[in-house]
């Protein structure tokens, strides 16, 4: 009895013991697969196998995870597009730096007229054609995206517009345009500081009030969202006290 499995005596009674076998084997396989695989229970793999029918369900539970895994690691290989693929076939621009202009041209008319969808296509276009030829410049693609941000802003799409002018200015960091439609987008998306430091480096670039009305006022929004998010703690309302009473009240009540 002390001596167990290992002795001779059990060895005889398989047959009987049949059950206690299959178990002894489904807990075996389990942890052979994790950490014993190399132990002694390696050569009963042939008893394994015909065993198999008896303990089907665990096998089946093992098969079904392992599916379930390789079915989901294929699944992003899949999922991206390449970025390369050609926008707008239907619109030809020839790939040369000429093309690009004639690309451009065509979008401003088409944003002149009110035609922003198709305006947005044909920038889009061009700014794809431009990334295919080598003696295309930098600013001239800064343009393109600093234009078709323009064409965003107009069509009420505030993040690609916040995108656009991302790029031209890291094709073109003086594009001015650029910088103050980038302060437009964020400033609708909420994010106003990054809208004022944009806003403050328009006016720091055309300094003069009267040639640059657009960014002042735009300034003057910007700082009074501002104060609004600072709350009645922000010094600027300190002086409007009178006027924000209910805010005060408020506070007095948290506190109490």
Same mark, same amino acid.
């Given at each position: 009895k002390e001596a167990g499995p290992g002795s001779a005596k059990p060895a005889g009674q398989e047959k009987g013991a049949g059950e206690g076998w299959r178990r002894m084997e489904i807990v075996e396989a389990s942890d052979d697969e994790s950490d014993d695989a190399p132990s002694a229970p390696a050569p009963q793999a042939k008893?394994?196998?015909?065993?198999?029918?008896?303990?089907?369900?665990?096998?089946?539970?093992m098969q079904i995870v392992e599916a379930s895994d390789s079915e989901e690691e294929p699944a992003p290989a899949v999922a991206p597009v390449s970025g390369g693929?050609?926008?707008?076939?239907?619109?030809?621009?020839?790939?040369?730096?000429?093309?690009?202009?004639?690309? %451009?041209?065509?979008?401003?008319?088409?944003?002149?007229?009110?035609?922003?969808?198709?305006?947005? %296509?044909?920038?889009? =276009?061009?700014?794809?054609v431009a990334e295919k030829v080598a003696d295309a410049p930098a600013d001239l693609r800064s343009i393109l995206h600093s234009n078709r941000s323009f064409a965003h802003i =107009?069509?009420?799409?505030?993040?690609?517009?916040?995108?656009?002018?991302? %790029?031209?200015?890291?094709?073109?960091?003086?594009?001015?345009?650029?910088?103050?439609r980038r302060a437009m987008a964020r400033f609708e998306l909420g994010k106003h500081q990054g809208a004022l430091q944009d806003v403050e480096q328009v006016l720091k670039d055309i300094p003069d009030p009267a040639g640059n009305k657009e960014a002042v006022e735009l300034k003057q929004k910007i700082s009074e969202a501002l104060a609004k998010e600072a709350g009645p703690g922000s010094a600027k309302p300190a002086g409007q006290e009178k006027g924000a009473g209910e805010g005060w009240r408020r506070m007095e009540i948290v506190e109490a």
């Open positions: 008893a394994a196998a015909p065993a198999a029918n008896g303990p089907a369900e665990g096998f089946r539970r693929a050609e926008p707008f076939p239907e619109i030809k621009v020839q790939h040369s730096r000429q093309g690009i202009e004639e690309a %451009k041209s065509k979008a401003n008319a088409l944003f002149a007229k009110g035609s922003m969808e198709e305006c947005v %296509k044909w920038f889009s =276009k061009g700014i794809w =107009k069509l009420g799409k505030w993040a690609e517009a916040e995108d656009d002018c991302c %790029k031209a200015l890291g094709l073109n960091a003086k594009n001015t345009k650029a910088v103050y």
